[in-house]
């Protein structure tokens, strides 16, 4: 049976990006069952807007954006509706279980946590989520500043003045961290300054 041409496009440009659409959507939710949500629902509202999409441009940028926008009309239904308890949580709670001690496996957080420690993990986390939002895309997923302005609907410039602010924000989270692990800010030293502890 010959598949319809949205499931070609589905196959072949929409859906390689799901990996890097839970990563985006874990870093905004932080929590694994509400990020598959995110990620499901994207899905679906490019589904029924397919239409809109051009086969052969940016599928990832498109769903990037489709995803932001899912994630702050679900932030804002939820301002909207009294925080809910779950009876199964509690009773963990009370036994003692981490009903949150499930792990979300995810290349991304990976190379973060091995390669640079949890702290970079934490300041990344610990960022305002304007901020930690242009990190993510510009720094991770490697999306220009064109592209970030078209997910985050967002002036180029403020797109360029929030990555600026973000990184500065997240080098002074990280500055002792860095010193801790051994590394020296070798900006102010002039040439034949370096130490000669080699």
Known sequence: MAKTKSQQIFEKELFPHMEALKTFAYHLTYNEEDADDLVQETYLKAHKFIENYDAGTNAKAWLFKILKN??????????????????????SIRDGE?????????????????????????????????????????????????????????????????????????KEKLKQYAINMGYKDMRGLRRGEYDEED
């Open 70 to 91: 899912a994630y702050i009309n679900d932030y804002r239904k939820k301002v909207r509706r009294p925080t809910k308890v779950d009876l199964d949580d509690l009773i």
């Open 98 to 170: 981490n009903p949150n001690s499930h792990t979300f496996h995810d290349l991304r957080q990976e190379i973060f946590d091995n390669t640079m420690g949890d702290e970079v993990t934490m300041a990344m986390n610990s960022l305002p989520i304007e901020f930690r939002t242009v990190i993510l895309l510009c720094d991770i997923e490697n999306f220009s500043y064109d592209e970030i302005a078209k997910i985050l609907e967002l002036p180029i410039g403020t797109v360029r003045s929030r990555l600026f602010r973000a990184r500065n924000m997240l």
